[in-house]
């Protein structure tokens, strides 16, 4: 009976401990993290969005000094996930599917709205809790891995390649109206027959073309939710850490019913045992034995 309660203690506490995993919910947050994760394509895989304007910090957010300055070079020289948990001595340990169970780091990688990658690198003490005691503040660097395995994003390069290619798209289409314009200019100082073509064609040389209309800039579609005023969640219960305390819970209620059941069975047989020993050393006298007062 002690041995399975014991065992049933412990499976309670390795119940409630597992059902703790990394970053699961998407959310926004406004302080260190800067940015948002979100949920992209059909595996649901889990990315980071860093909020527009902040990507383009300069190195210097992150000297050499900086506890995190380590990590973010080993972060940007790997080949792993976008989202990565790293042990304190810079070995990887995991995408964000990782469950923390010791002090380590994380390294977050994205692209914001304008294109632009840049990581962060921070503390992670334990599930669903980063970037908070950072006595340096977060290593922010622009750039991120060359290539990840989530998915999450594009290489520097391929990236890099997009935005040239929209604006040189955008140039060419200028350039292939410009001789357009000149043909019809040369086409217009033809010498003709009548001196009145003569007038109209001089006429149409001298006055300037319009200039060719630019494409204006489309806004960026934003795959996130948009950033929230209100402190992060962080201290928030995830549902899966509520799931595994009522399970934990439930558990203990049960053991502490079968405890309770098997003190009271134990308590009754022993005062049978002890009514039995009373009644076999008690003689009873009879009556017409007993002696009158």
Do not use: H
């Given at each position: 009976?002690?041995?399975?309660?014991?065992?049933?203690i412990f499976l309670c506490i390795l119940i409630v401990y597992n059902v703790k995993c990394a970053i699961t919910q998407p959310a926004c947050y406004v302080d260190n993290v800067d940015g948002c994760f979100f949920r992209q394509g059909g595996n649901g895989t889990m990315c980071y969005k860093p909020y527009i304007g902040l990507s383009s910090s300069s190195p210097s957010s992150c000297p050499a000094s900086n506890p995190y300055a380590s990590i973010a070079t080993v972060h940007l020289q790997g080949s792993h996930s976008s989202i990565a948990y790293y042990a304190l001595d810079n070995t990887y340990l995991g995408d964000v599917n990782y469950i923390v169970s010791f002090e380590t780091y994380i390294c977050i990688s994205g692209v914001d709205s304008a294109g632009v990658i840049s990581s962060r690198c921070c503390d992670a003490p334990h599930d669903e809790w980063f970037c908070q005691v950072d006595p340096g503040g977060p290593c922010v660097v622009s750039g991120g891995p060359a290539s990840v395995t989530d998915g999450c994003y594009q290489t520097n390069n391929e990236v890099a390649s997009s935005s040239s290619s929209s604006s040189s798209t955008a140039s060419s289409s200028a350039t292939s109206s410009s001789p357009a314009a000149s043909a019809s200019s040369d086409q217009a100082t033809s010498p003709s027959s009548s001196p009145s073509s003569s007038a109209s064609s001089s006429t149409t040389t001298s006055s300037p073309?319009?200039?060719?209309?630019?494409p204006s800039p489309s806004p960026s579609p934003t795959t996130t939710t948009a950033p929230s005023t209100s402190p992060s969640t962080k201290s928030g219960i995830s549902p899966g850490t509520l799931a595994g305390a009522i399970v934990g819970i439930l558990v203990l209620m049960s053991l502490g019913f079968v405890g309770l059941w098997w003190y009271m069975?134990?308590?009754?047989?022993?005062?049978?045992?002890?009514?039995?020993?009373?009644?076999?050393s008690v003689t009873l006298v009879p009556e017409n034995r007993r002696i009158k007062s």
């Open positions: 009976m002690e041995r399975f309660r014991v065992s049933s073309s319009a200039p060719p209309s630019q069975k134990r308590k009754v047989t022993n005062n049978r045992n002890v009514v039995g020993t009373l009644g076999d």
